[in-house]
């Protein structure tokens, strides 16, 4: 079992930038892939950005490419998403996933979710 906490979510203007933070505990952290999603009300998950074990290899939505950026920190079992440039269609709850077997940008191949983090963009 991974248990996964997301944390730096919040209120911010457009065009403004926040972190959010998965913090990882369980099983071996850098033995797992990552990815970040994100869900707006009323919409599905939608893929967000996801890293390799050892942060060798990244991939992003067209959406936030250039954006947003994926990273890890194995030593400190956390996973990040930077966020800048931000605009009212990124509000959203937005979750970190884990998974052991291949770096995948579908929801269906995570195995490990965290409780998700609500990020508000405002006009």
């Known amino acids: 079992q991974v248990q996964l906490v997301e944390s730096g979510g919040g209120l911010v203007q457009a065009g403004g930038s926040l972190r959010l933070s998965c913090a990882a505990s369980?099983?071996?952290?850098?033995?797992?892939?990552m990815g970040w999603f994100r869900q707006a009300p009323g919409k599905e998950r939608e893929f967000v950005a996801r890293?390799?074990?050892?942060?060798?290899?990244?991939a992003y939505a067209d959406s936030v490419k250039g954006r947003f950026t994926i990273s890890r920190d194995n030593a400190k079992n956390t996973a990040y998403l930077q966020m800048n440039s931000l605009k009212q269609e990124d509000t959203a709850v937005y979750y970190c996933?884990?998974?052991?077997?291949?770096?995948?940008?579908?929801?269906?191949?995570?195995?490990?979710w965290g409780q998700g983090t609500q990020v508000t963009v405002s006009s």
């Open positions: 996933a884990a998974q052991i077997a291949y770096s995948s940008r579908r929801p269906a191949d995570y195995d490990y």
């Open positions: 369980g099983r071996t952290f850098s033995n797992y892939h």
């Open positions: 890293i390799t074990w050892n942060g060798g290899s990244s």
